[in-house]
């Protein structure tokens, strides 16, 4: 069970959270205090100016951030806590991740790919999804027992963004392909985490045990076994739970299935109807032509999000239609980034049941 901090689907009670809050201060500073400030901004510009190198400074493992604006609060730049470093070039302001040390196998950022855009259509996508639906609900999964953990492995890599705020410049850079382990209890209690070329762990990882009841947006195998294997009954609990959110609830509702698929075991029922509800979200194309992050062709269910300007592409083996990862692909140029930026991709590279937290599939061993 993979929480994912940046995305909020619980509606917030305002009235409730303004009435537990002080009220506002004074906005207004006294003179003699903003002319310190200015006189401290100035300087601190100045010693940026003559100092062209650039600057790394981090910050500890789930310390908050400095007051920096990120580009997008839904990019999907690191997960689960990671330490975060600001980039300073002679005033250059960006978000990295970098966090733990060379010797922690920290993050090395590579110039993000740039592919071609394959148009999307509608044109055999129901025939597609009946073939990929088809393959996952014939697939043979072992179903984890208590005391057991579902172990999946993969490789990924995520956005990073240099911005010039003299000159207006903007760099986009991407994390080096990267392999990512997670342990998950099937009751989603205990789990474990090993990502240390995101800057999001040390070698030896962190846990992600939690007290939380399962929900749509943070499930456990238990949770999953337990939803409709209708994929009108689906659509219709995943639009109830995340329509009020983020960039409408066509996005969301396509957002959520794909974190259902990408990073969990599920009874094989279930990831078939997940693939026929979303099928049934307006704006899903096919598109012919799609390379997971360690560059195995195939074919995508996609969906565009107007807002950001980036396609989301689920890729599935041409021939035998089993997942392969996903990648979001820039399709306008926004903010900075290019048409044909892929700024995350993943590869699902293995999934098993082990019996122990941190063993690994076939050793029986951490």
């Not at 592919?115 to 509608?122: D, I």
């Not at 939803?227 to 109830?240: G, H, R």
């Not at 979303?278 to 899903?284: L, M, S």
């Amino acid at each position: 069970m993979i929480r994912t901090p940046w995305r909020r689907r619980e509606p917030l009670d305002h009235a409730e959270l303004a009435r537990l809050l002080p009220g506002p201060g004074d906005p207004e500073l006294p003179q003699d205090r903003l002319t310190m400030l200015e006189e401290h901004l100035m300087n601190e510009i100045q010693q940026h100016q003559a100092r062209p190198q650039m600057e790394l400074r981090q910050f500890p493992v789930f310390s908050p951030p400095p007051p920096v604006v990120e580009r997008r609060s839904r990019r999907k730049v690191a997960l689960i806590g990671a330490a975060v470093a600001v980039v300073v070039l002679a005033g250059v302001v960006g978000v990295g991740r970098l966090g733990l040390g060379q010797e922690d196998g920290a993050q090395a950022l590579v110039p993000a790919p740039v592919v071609r855009v394959v148009p999307g259509t509608t044109q055999g996508l129901g025939g597609a999804v009946d073939r990929i639906s088809a393959a996952a609900g014939k697939e043979a999964l072992l179903e984890p027992e208590p005391g057991q953990f579902i172990y999946v492995k993969s490789q990924v890599s995520w956005l990073s963004l240099e911005h010039n705020v003299s000159t207006g410049e903007k760099k986009t850079w991407v994390q080096k392909l990267h392999p990512r382990e997670v342990w998950m209890s099937p009751n989603g209690r205990k789990g474990w985490l090993i990502e240390a070329g995101n800057g999001t762990t040390s070698t030896e990882g962190m846990d992600l045990d939690s007290d939380v009841e399962p929900h749509l947006s943070a499930p456990s195998y238990n949770y999953l076994k337990a939803l409709p294997a209708d994929p009108d009954a689906l659509l219709k609990k995943i639009y109830a739970e995340t329509g009020e959110l983020g960039n409408g609830r066509n996005q969301e509702a396509f957002t959520a299935i794909g974190d259902l698929v990408a990073e969990q075991l599920m009874p094989a029922q279930l990831t078939a109807a997940l693939y026929r509800a979303a099928a049934k979200i307006p704006g899903v194309v096919l598109v012919d032509e799609a390379k997971d992050a360690v560059g195995r062709c195939g074919i995508a269910i996609a969906r565009v999000d107007e807002e950001a300007g980036e396609r989301t592409e689920w890729i599935f083996d041409a021939k035998s239609y089993d997942y392969l990862g996903a990648r979001t692909v820039q399709i306008r140029e926004a903010e900075g980034i290019a048409a044909g930026t892929v700024t995350a991709r993943t590869a699902i590279t293995q999934r098993a049941v082990v019996d122990e937290m941190k063993a690994l599939p076939g050793t029986g061993k951490a």
